[in-house]
């Protein structure tokens, strides 16, 4: 069923100019996609949400932008040339790559879905009077269901850690997960992959010197935070944003653009007194939640998942969880990173990065707690949750993008009833008269009907039609995408009633 929906939402995100194949007249390059004309706009939508957020309306926070290429140094220092790495695991018979740890995570997810239907048949036969919680402490079934999960993801985290990749073949083998697309059971070894892509930077092959592009923006805070700092006279605590891409080399790189080689990331790095971090830690995870809650995509579709096993440089970190059309996954992740990065980059730089606190007359390394969302994520969460089908009262169908009118990427389409008579001058002077407040879009190809349609599909929250009383009165019909009324007004009300629905400034209300 979420399959099929997922399948919906790819279609359609290419049908109606959202995103592309990249490469697609080559046939495309795996995991790796382009932005349309009406996705380009969603996306800098969703940027500028975000950016005005974290940086415009924080005195303490600003925004970087920072060079993908970084001297190679950076990714010894940080871990990443002999950390970030996945394990993956050959299927002999269907040559399928995958990675070991999401084929254990899965087959754990079955598991979970056993302890849903528990639930769901529990909910039913107690009705009002079920209480959740003391049902997942107290059903047998439940608990053993827990326990297994719980005995499977510790041996997993332990064994990753030691790097014991004999043991997570072990693991798989013993609980017998097949290749989910053919159901072989015949694995190679497990070995350890680095996700990082190499390049070169120099003229000739001799001199070359070998860099990364970025898997992650944080790093280009890192080594600008005592610029940023000492230029902008920033005191602790601060934070420094920026928006920008990361490269990874996935080896499973499915779900559309949930997990691409080439993405788009939005991170904030937030400076803080060693000591304070945990404080801080929870005060970004509850002010990032609400955040997300305030796109109105439903507060139930949100979940923390904690991190019981920390990376070695964090001492508390979780994921924020969105339901995506194939499940929760992770959206965005909160991380306290201790001083981990800074540290290293002293000793590795052989340079100071120290903060001195004027109040307390010491210096020290700041502590570092981050925030970092994925922008096509982001995206993908966004558009899925919009879209509908919805059955009409006269029996009839429409595919509605119900996208938040302030993140859409037109605001308004302005649509001569016909293409003579003097409308579409007049619908064009409209256009016009509200373009550099809005964007907005003319359209004269197709009947009303059909044109109202594709605005509902590429979530457009308002549709103006010009007919010939507006020639004589200068009203129009104005039309709600969302529930499809429609009412006369008067073209200079125009600005005030689009501005009330579609200003951003209605999502802040909400945060
Ligand atoms: N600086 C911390 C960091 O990079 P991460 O959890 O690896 O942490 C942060 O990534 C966010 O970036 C994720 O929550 C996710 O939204 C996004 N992300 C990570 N890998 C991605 C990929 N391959 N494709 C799309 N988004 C990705």
Redesign the pocket.
Known sequence: MSEDIFKKVISHAKEYGFIFQSSEIYDGLSAVYDYAQNGVELKNNLKQYWWKSMVQLHENIVGIDSAIFMHPTTWKASGHVDAFNDPLIDNKDSKKRYRADVLIEEHCAKIETKIEKEIAKAEKRFGDAFDKEQFLATNPRVVEYQKQINTILERMGKSLDKNDLEDVKALIEELEIADPVTGSKNWTEVRQFNLMFGTKLGATAEQAMDLYLR????QGIFLNYLNVQKTGRMKLPFGIAQIGK?F?N?IV?RQF?????E?E?M?MQFFVKPGTELDWYEKWKETRLKWHKSLGLGDDNYRFHDHEKLAHYANAAT?IEFRFPFGFK????I?SRTDFDLKAHEKFSGKKLQYFDNETNESYVPYVV?T???L??LFLAVFSNSLREEELADGTQRVVLALPAAIAPIKAAILPLVKKDGLPELAEEIVRKLRYDFNVMYEEKDSIGKRYRRMDAIGTPFCITVDHDSLKDNTVTLRHRDTMEQKRVAISDLPAIIDAEVNIKNLFDKQ
């Open positions: 898997p992650e923006t944080a990361a990874r996935e790189a653009i949930f997990r691409q080689r993405f990331q991170e994921d992770e959206l965005e992740g991380h981050e970092s969302v994925g096509d994520r």
